[in-house]
């Protein structure tokens, strides 16, 4: 199983990015997939998740903001980041649990400077 993330960078304050995650190993469209980003020193937090069909859900800060999206062919799902604000800094992990566990990409570095 791998989860491969890219597309992060370093833009500024109202700028936009584009992050996906390729992933390998999986029964890909099966499993919700989520967006998750982890502040320099604080706790990890859950961004956008979609499922199998479809269905997403962000958390409060991003709504409007930001879209999740995926491929079940190409076993990609994407993050289209707009608006971004210093406060979305982070490194952003793509990630999707099975029975086995919770598995992670490797994470990308996103950030806004103001």
């Known amino acids: 199983v791998q989860l491969q993330a890219s597309g992060g960078g370093l833009v500024q304050t109202g700028g936009f990015l584009r992050l996906s995650c390729a992933a390998s190993?999986?029964?890909?469209?099966?499993?919700?997939m989520k967006w998750y980003r982890q502040p320099h020193g604080k706790q990890r937090e859950l961004v956008a998740g979609?499922?199998?069909?479809?269905?997403?859900n962000y958390v409060d800060s991003v709504k409007g903001r930001f879209t999740i999206s995926r491929d079940n062919v190409r076993r990609t799902v994407s993050l289209q980041m707009n608006s971004l604000e210093p406060e979305d800094t982070a490194v952003y992990y793509c990630?999707?649990?099975?029975?086995?566990?919770?598995?992670w990409g490797q994470g990308t570095q996103v950030t806004v400077s103001s």
């Open positions: 190993g999986i029964n890909f469209r099966i499993y919700t």
């Open positions: 979609i499922t199998g069909d479809g269905n997403t």
């Open positions: 990630n999707f649990e099975a029975y086995q566990g919770r598995y």
